[in-house]
T-cell receptor, first 113, second 115 residues
Framework: DGGITQSPKYLFRKEGQNVTLSCEQN?????MYWYRQDPGQGLRLIYY???????QKGDIAEGYSVSREKKESFPLTVTSAQKNPTAFYLC????????????FGPGTRLTVT | KNQVEQSPQSLIILEGKNCTLQ??????????LRWYKQDTGRGPVSLTI?????NTKSNGRYTATLDADTKQSSLHITASQLSDSASYIC??????????????FGKGTKLSVIP
């Protein structure tokens, strides 16, 4: 099956710990994105990458880091510097050419206590 | 500031009834407008995507309309089903150059369809 996967579905961490969220796609998409979703708010862009070994900050990059060593993978690390990390995190991917439709993964719900 | 406003915030309808969700935007320059359906705890799934020149687009029981002059879009759901219960998100895209698109997301309308 082609698609975009995120793991794990639920993640619990203690305050002060870094945590890495996984995102993998086999759609052969060039671009990948990380969004954060909070109750009552629209999705907000954290980071995006259009090619391997290159990525750009989105609107709320502080306290997060990413890497893009492979076309298929775009992991997100939530660092201890992120003041309010508890949220629903969504990964997406798209082609650079064409309709630029973004396909979303199933999401990871991170709870930090 | 680019904004996307959706109304109503939430809506409850009886199964089998029709409903219309609204989206107003101030994004400029406009590239395309998308409607997504998001089930609780899941990722959004695309319903329709419309460019500047398209006035309407259908996907089964879902019909989206776009008025680029007034910067308004609507999503009409016909003969609602219990499985239509979800959040519906309006997303407006601006082409920012070099193959890059800036997306602005609305906060969504939470639809509940009851028997």
């Amino acid at each position: 099956d082609g698609g975009i996967t995120q793991s794990p579905k639920y993640l619990f961490r203690k305050e002060g710990q870094n945590v890495t969220l996984s995102c993998e796609q086999n759609l052969n998409h060039d671009a990948m994105y990380w969004y954060r979703q909070d109750p009552g708010q629209g999705l907000r862009l954290i980071y995006y990458s259009q090619i391997v070994n290159d990525f750009q900050k989105g609107d709320i990059a502080e306290g997060y880091s990413v890497s893009r060593e492979k076309k298929e993978s775009f992991p997100l690390t939530v660092t201890s510097a992120q003041k309010n990390p508890t949220a629903f995190y969504l990964c997406a991917s798209s082609m650079i050419e064409g309709s630029y439709e973004q396909y979303f993964g199933p999401g990871t719900r991170l709870t930090v206590t | 500031k680019n904004q996307v406003e959706q109304s109503p915030q939430s809506l409850i309808i009886l199964e089998g009834k029709n409903c219309t969700l609204q989206c107003n935007y101030t994004v400029s320059p406009f590239s395309n407008l998308r409607w997504y359906k998001q089930d609780t705890g899941r990722g959004p799934v695309s319903l329709t995507i419309m460019t500047f020149s398209e006035n309407t687009k259908s996907n089964g029981r879902y019909t989206a309309t776009l008025d680029a002059d007034t910067k308004q879009s609507s999503l009409h759901i016909t003969a609602s089903q219990l499985s239509d219960s979800a959040s519906y998100i309006c997303v407006v895209s601006v082409y920012s150059g070099a193959g890059s698109y800036q997306l602005t997301f609305g906060k969504g309308t939470k639809l509940s369809v009851i028997p």
